[in-house]
């Protein structure tokens, strides 16, 4: 068993989407169907298959929604569809919302085909085809693929040649599944950026995006490199490089059961979705960037002047969310010094805010479909406000509601406790803050640019070093095994993460914990410090320190033990009286939220894992609330 927290740990691309495909003897819809459950982790607002027939006829079923209504719809068909070889495709929309015929697979004359990824350049590639005669039906980046190796097929005649001549062209990132109609029986595979697995046993040959969906068949494969095409007929699996001379691969065998392989590795999806942070975040800010390096959010309401306009701000959300507002109200006043304020979504319109024609309401949702959120989004568009929401599922109600909506990247987020969306939520509210502040004249473009770039490339690599803290911080996590009562302090951007650590422990490990700014304590709560009562001081804010160490002394004094989570700078700056310390790498005072908010999660994770609480479905949680 890999170590789930060493480089075994499988954290690479965010997963977006699941392929399956199956050639051997045995009818592949209920393989397919299969395989596709074990990957539904990694998208399902859509699923797909297509069979090939051994006369060489594609048949094509796909739906929006969950397996199961695939399932439904093949029930439904009154001549069913059957096949030895056959593709399937769970999907999370990338380009295109969730729809029947954004669903994959695509087709084209010759063939049919899944892809996991991201085809950057389909636009130039339609306009091509469409010029060569071909006609689209969807609008996913996959169909362009699709044709764009049909094209090829038609010119070359060879179907590995025809996906070498395509790859030259793709420009992004792909996992392709392809059936040719001349090659019934055969499974045609290449990737690039994007993971794809083939294997075989003495009956079969399988590839899949990922490990659990192999295991029920074998527990060794091989990893496609990129530049070559695999070829899988049955147990026959070749490979080809562009040359079209044969290749070898290295097999590799895994122990896993399913569920661990789903976790790449992982005890939880919790703890390998905080390890996806770095990537989600480079992802989720990159994708909104220009190739002036300035932020380019292609919605006039916030790339032109327009975005000037807004007088005030209301961010709202719910739980988690909500706590991404509250750092987003820190970094949007500095940066832009434009008024905002963070409203609970369940309070929101009942308490007839004052909404200005010229504000802006940002609504806040991993989501996209929390019930709260969504009435607060048309209370808002009621009163004739502008709306922009952040939300991380495409085609969501929140996102299509909303005047204006900024995708968030984190991939699928399975674990009930939101660690990754909330991280890339933080994310995309800085991008808005800095192109606000330059809208607003307060940020020129050099600063802007730096600004994005610290945030689109040392973040993430802060990230990564707050992740190397997990050991650290899961021996010190021992200790609060028993607790009952626990404070989180902070002052500044520090006080805006306190109460996102706070839910973060409540609703995994079942501990009570409070929020609490530190200059606030000695108003009424500090009578509750007594022996032994756990503090968590962060203190990141160099400029506040002094204030915090004398707030960590007052609660040491009454009996308080104190855990400080801070940076080097300060640690060796500062004689912090505290019991325990978790250090971060140094970070800019403003850019803190992203580091800190991996360790607040790394503690509330370690501290139920020890618990042995259920992490990734807590009581009593849902992970869409969606429900007033
Ligand atoms: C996250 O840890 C919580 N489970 C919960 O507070 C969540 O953030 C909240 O329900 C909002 O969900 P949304 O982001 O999908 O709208």
């Not at 991380?392 to 990754?420: F, H, M, Q």
């Not at 095994?481 to 079942?510: H, M, Q, T, W």
């Not at 500062?574 to 310390?581: F, G, H, K, L, Q």
Request: net charge negative; hydrophobic share 40%.
């Amino acid at each position: 068993m890999p170590d789930p927290f060493g480089e075994d740990a499988d954290t690479g691309k965010l997963y977006m989407c699941g392929i399956i495909g199956y050639t051997g003897h045995k009818n592949s819809l209920p393989v397919l169907i299969e395989g596709l459950r074990t990957l539904e982790y990694r998208g399902y607002d859509s699923a797909g298959v297509a069979v090939c027939t051994a006369d060489g006829v594609i048949e094509t079923v796909k739906s929006k929604g969950r397996i199961d209504l695939l399932q439904e719809k093949l029930d439904s068909l009154e001549k069913k569809v059957e096949g030895s070889c056959g593709i399937g495709h769970t999907r999370w929309a990338t380009h295109g919302a969730p729809s029947d015929t954004n669903s994959h697979p695509h087709t084209a004359p010759s063939l049919a085909l899944v892809h996991n990824g991201i085809i950057e350049n389909y636009a130039e590639i339609e306009e091509m085809l469409v010029r060569e005669g071909y006609t689209f039906y969807s609008e996913t980046d996959t169909e362009a693929a699709a044709k764009l190796i049909d094209y090829y097929y038609k010119k070359v005649n060879d179907p590995v040649l025809a996906m070498f001549e395509a790859a030259d062209v793709i420009r992004g990132s792909y996992a392709f599944g392809v059936m040719f109609c001349d090659f019934p029986g055969k499974i045609f595979a290449m990737r690039k950026d994007n993971p794809l697995i083939v294997a075989s046993n003495d009956e079969c040959g399988i590839i899949a995006s990922d490990i659990p969906a192999i295991l029920k068949h074998t527990n060794s494969y091989y990893q496609l490199e990129e530049g070559i095409v695999s070829v899988l007929c049955g147990s026959a699996i070749e490979f080809f490089d562009r040359t079209g001379k044969k290749a070898d691969q290295k097999r590799l065998t895994v122990d896993w059961n399913v569920e661990q392989a789903q976790k790449g590795g992982f005890p939880h999806f919790m703890i390998k979705e905080i390890h996806e942070e770095p990537e989600a975040i480079r992802q989720t800010v990159s994708t909104r960037l220009g190739e002036d390096g300035l932020p380019l959010f292609g919605v006039h309401e916030l790339d032109g002047d327009k975005l000037g306009k807004f007088k005030s701000i209301h961010i709202v959300a719910c739980g988690t969310a909500m706590h991404a507002g509250l750092v987003g109200k820190a970094i949007i006043e500095k940066l832009a010094r434009v008024s905002v304020d963070v409203d609970v979504a369940s309070e929101f319109r009942y308490r007839d805010p004052i909404l200005d024609p010229d504000d802006l309401v940002i609504l806040l949702s991993q989501s996209g479909e929390t019930a709260d959120t969504l009435a607060a989004l048309r209370h808002a568009k009621a009163n004739g406000v502008c709306t922009l929401s952040i939300v991380n599922v495409i085609g969501s109600s929140v996102a299509r509601e909303a005047d204006c909506v900024l995708y968030t990247w984190a991939g699928p987020e399975i674990s009930v406790a939101s660690t990754k969306a909330y991280s890339v939520q933080c994310a995309m509210l800085y991008l808005f803050a800095i192109q606000l502040a330059r809208v607003k004249g307060r940020l020129d473009d050099d600063e802007a640019r730096e600004l994005c770039r610290r945030l689109c490339e040392d973040m993430p690599a802060q990230v990564e070093k707050a992740l190397e803290l997990s050991r650290d911080v899961e021996s010190i996590a021992r200790n609060y095994l028993a607790v009952e009562n626990l404070f989180f302090i902070g002052r500044g951007l520090d006080s805006a993460l306190c109460p996102e650590a706070s839910l973060k422990l409540k609703e995994i490990s079942y501990i009570h914990s409070e929020a609490y700014a530190a200059g606030e304590l000695k108003h009424g709560t500090i009578s509750l410090i007594i022996e032994g009562t756990p503090v968590v001081a962060l203190m990141t804010q160099e400029r506040l320190c002094e204030k915090m160490i004398s707030g960590i002394r007052e609660v040491k004094s009454r009996g308080a033990t104190v855990l400080a989570v801070t940076t080097k700078e300060i640690a060796e700056k500062y004689n912090i009286p505290a019991d325990n310390t978790v250090i971060l790498d140094n970070v800019d005072a403003d850019f803190a939220a992203f580091p800190l908010a991996t360790v607040i999660q790394l503690f509330a994770y370690h501290v139920a894992a020890q618990r042995g609480c259920d992490v990734d479905k807590p009581r009593n949680l849902a992970k869409s609330v969606t429900v007033e």
